[in-house]
């Protein structure tokens, strides 16, 4: 989902531009993960790079991904050995979306979490 532009632009400093993509874990469970885009000055930080990379290899192998504080990165593992594939929901990415998101989005300027971040209520 596109957040329009008038929306985007009365949250400065409060919206990034994000690729979310499907993933599952090793127990089965299906979520949406958001992965941080460079900014308009085409910079990204070591967390966000190493979460695209590792979203990356998790595209044709299972992986693990771990923080490294001292790094300031995640270090992702590709798997050693044979995992089966993993079970996909029957539910296309627009219904996960729907799912994940319901009412929990902002569509115009007068949302209520607008107005109190303007100090209208």
């Known amino acids: 989902m596109?957040?329009?532009a008038s929306v985007r632009d009365a949250l400065p400093g409060e919206v990034s531009?994000?690729?979310i993509v499907t993933a599952v874990s090793r127990q089965g469970t299906v979520f949406l993960?958001?992965?941080?885009?460079p900014g308009p000055d085409g910079r990204i930080d070591g967390w966000s790079r190493s979460a695209m990379e590792a979203a990356n290899i998790a595209g044709k192998s299972w992986v693990r991904i771990a923080s490294n504080m001292d790094l300031g990165a995640y270090d992702a593992s590709q798997a050693s050995s044979s995992i089966p594939d993993p079970v996909w929901p029957d539910i296309g990415f627009q219904g996960l979306i729907n799912i994940a998101f319901k009412d929990k989005y902002?569509?115009?300027?007068?949302?209520?979490?607008?107005?109190?971040l303007r100090g209208e209520v």
Not at 106 to 116: A, K, M, N, W
């Open 2 to 4: 596109e957040i329009q």
């Open 17 to 19: 531009p994000r690729l």
């Open 33 to 37: 993960w958001p992965l941080r885009l």
């Open 106 to 116: 902002i569509d115009t300027l007068d949302h209520p979490v607008l107005r109190r």
